[in-house]
């Protein structure tokens, strides 16, 4: 019989479903323990996936490692505790898929850097967009020039994040980190600097919490190495979902929409391309990462990207405490 990864859950809120039902057609994959500080929650949890019924159920993730055998874990749990948690687990051998972000300062980002390297493990975040079609292609048209060399980044997200966090912990910020800057638009920044490769140098950032102890509206101004721009716009209290991406560069546009991407190019003439790649990659952060533990393929979602995350985020907050340009730790 094939090898199965086994796996710990480590945190069974709404994300964690998501990792379950995206596991479940995985052949490879074997969930052999749920943790979480809520009995109330673990019962409902295993209450929508009753297949997951029977597995030992732990409060403590620790004991959790000390008495189910695994080979990774998925970890879903609040922001700050990110760190510690994968810290212990790759102390004791694990692989480990992390939900964004990774951490919430630069200073751990670095340090769970080296601890994986060092000992050889696998460590991943849960950027879905890395295998989004329309990003993916985004990625492959920068880097084969087609748009030229990359100039300006536009992004907007605009979501109603005040109003669905209200009495939650993502705004608490010794749980969160930080407002929906370091929740959501996570995955904004992420795929900014995926796509391009652009490292940030210097940003200034406008920040306004609403009352709250988090941000909730951040404007970014961000100056990368070789002096393209970025302008990015966080909108936590919109009245719902919208999200747009633009990558500018000396021959041409890429416009991502909706999961469309659209190329505009304007020579000879102005001409505009749906080119959405139909093409998919065929997973999602979870089968990628038994895949990759197996050595059937290599992690789409390395953690350096958690790291430049962290960094631009960091400077970010730096800017908006000071009023001042932030130079982007590196």
């Given at each position: 019989?094939a ?10 809120g709404?994300?964690m ?8 057609p995985v052949?490879?994959?074997k969930?052999v ?6 009995e109330d929650m673990?019962?409902r949890?295993?209450g929508?996936?009753?297949h997951?019924?029977?597995?030992p ?9 000390k008495?189910?055998?695994m080979?990774g874990?998925?970890i879903?749990t609040?922001?700050?505790l990110?760190y510690?948690q994968?810290?212990?687990?790759m102390?004791?051998?694990?692989h ?6 990774m951490v919430?300062s630069v ?5 769970v850097?080296?601890k994986s390297?060092r000992k050889g493990l696998i460590?991943m ?13 985004a990625k492959?048209l920068?880097?084969?020039g087609?748009?030229?060399k ?8 605009a979501?109603?994040?005040?109003r669905?966090t209200?009495?939650?912990?993502r705004?608490d910020?010794?749980l ?12 904004l920044?992420?795929i ?8 940030p140098d210097?940003?200034?950032?406008e ?6 102890k988090?941000?909730i509206?951040?404007g970014?101004a ?6 393209a721009i ?5 909108v936590?209290?919109?009245?719902s979902w919208w999200?747009?991406?633009t990558f ?5 546009a ?9 190329l505009?190019t304007?020579?000879?003439k102005?001409k505009?391309?749906d080119v959405?790649?139909r ?5 999602d952060?979870d089968?990628n990462?038994?895949d ?7 992690p ?6 958690g790291l430049?995350?962290?960094q631009l985020?960091e400077a970010?907050?730096?800017?908006g405490?000071?009023g ?5 730790k590196h």
């Open positions: 019989m090898r199965r990864v086994k796996l710990g859950l480590i945190g069974c709404g994300i479903s998501m990792h379950v039902d995206q596991l479940a052949k490879a994959a969930i323990g749920l943790a979480d500080t809520s673990l019962r949890f295993v929508r996936h009753p997951l019924d029977g597995l159920w732990f409060s403590d993730y620790r004991q959790m490692l008495e189910v055998p080979d874990v998925i879903a609040p922001h700050t990110h510690e994968t810290m212990t687990c102390d004791r051998g694990l480990v898929l992390v939900e964004k972000p919430c200073r751990h980002a670095k340090s850097i080296r390297e460590l975040l849960a950027y879905q967009r890395h295998f989004s079609p329309a990003f993916r292609y492959q920068v880097a084969e087609k748009i030229g990359v100039t300006f980044v536009q992004a907007l997200q979501q109603e994040w005040l669905g209200t009495g939650t912990w705004q910020p010794t969160s980190g930080g407002g929906q800057l370091n929740d959501s638009a996570s995955h920044l992420d900014i600097l995926w796509v391009t490769d652009l490292v210097t940003v200034y950032a920040i306004n919490n609403r009352g709250t988090v941000d509206l951040s970014l961000v100056r990368f190495r070789g002096g970025g302008s990015l716009a966080v936590g209290d919109a009245p999200e747009e991406v500018y560069g000396d021959k041409g890429l416009y991502v929409r909706d999961d469309r991407l659209l505009q304007a020579s000879p102005v505009t391309t959405t790649e093409k998919r990659y065929r997973g952060a089968k990462f038994v990759s533990i197996l050595g059937r393929d290599e789409q979602t390395p953690p350096i990207w430049r995350v962290t985020t970010a907050w730096e800017s405490r000071t001042k340009p932030a130079k982007v």
